[in-house]
């Protein structure tokens, strides 16, 4: 089988090879090995694979599969799949598999980063030691302690996030669709409706998949319910708030500061160049430029969709991508997105 890695960094492609050796599948895989996105205009180069690998910032499109006529299995190193077109590749009979578990605790860490962040202010911390000229009242933060934590999606990345809010000595309130009383009564926190979690919430942290189901469940109406000076933490998928509603929100003083580790328009702040080498539609544009008007913004903390990387969480994914596809290899795939 041929097979090529795209999204890479530049250690991968030895670490990739040595795992492949290890798994006894050297020599049934030939490997292409690849920094760069996957575009439809390199597809021509990869007509020969029978399997791609690609984190996030690889779109799989109905056009890219089309340029791929071998193409029988997709891995992507991310939980994640909103990036691939799922409908074509169940038309083709296209396998897909993701990594579902890798980052669970990495992911809960970085959103309490995000947390603390915005509790001690650690921005305007930051820009006050280059120009000293605020008074250190100015600069006082809160205690997490005794305050409530609203977890939307108390799925795996959630779960572990009440267990360090616990361990804050915080109140935890729990909004999902598929709830689990024992581990409620065991963590220690209290399920309930979305408005709830809203209402009394002080910091609600997001947890949820990217879906239809999903698109905007941040937004003016849900916004607008949440206690006031409230603070929201997004390391969920950018599609869920809707960036103009949380502008508003933010200039209404409804939520008092946002830790953002993803954004809708995330790819074009990442890697700007990207704007210029394809036609932009105009809603593209614009939510490019609410983005930028979001993160100039002091009481927001902004990562570049980083909360999945440690080290470890990184070899994990390496680790469960090869063995994903081992797994196909010998029949019986496995972490198989439907």
Known sequence: MQIAFFDLEEWQADYLQEGLKRLGLAEQ?????????????????????????????????????????????????????????????????????????????????????????????????????????????????????????????AGNIGLHVIRIARGFGMQVLAYDIHPHPLLAEVLGFTYTDLDTLLRESDIVSLHVPATPQTHHLINRDTLSKMKRGALLINTARGSVVDTEALLWALDEGIVAGAGLDVIEGEEYIKEESA??????????????????????????????????????????????????????????????VE
């Open 29 to 153: 895989v030939q490997a292409y090995y690849s920094t760069e996105h996957l575009n439809r205009a390199d597809c021509a180069r990869y007509a020969e694979c029978e399997a791609i690998a690609i984190f996030v910032w690889t779109k799989i499109t109905r056009e890219i599969i089309d340029a791929l006529p071998k193409l029988r299995l997709i891995l992507t190193m991310s939980t994640g799949y909103d990036h691939i077109d799922l409908d074509t590749c169940r038309e083709r009979g296209i396998v897909v598999c993701n990594v579902p578990h890798y980052g669970e605790n990495t992911v809960a860490e970085h959103t309490f980063a995000l947390i603390l962040s915005l509790s001690r202010k650690l921005r305007a911390v930051q820009e006050w030691l280059a120009h000293p000229s605020r008074s250190l009242a100015e600069l006082r933060g809160f205690d997490l302690y005794g305050k409530t934590l609203g977890v939307i999606g």
């Open 275 to 336: 704007l210029l080498r394809a036609p932009v539609a105009e809603q593209t544009l614009r939510k490019v430029v609410q983005a930028y008007l979001l993160l100039r913004r002091e009481n927001v903390v902004f990562t570049p969709h980083i909360a999945f990387n440690s080290h470890e969480a990184v070899r994990r994914i390496l680790d469960t991508t090869l063995e994903n596809l081992k797994a196909f290899l010998e029949g019986r795939p496995r972490n198989r």
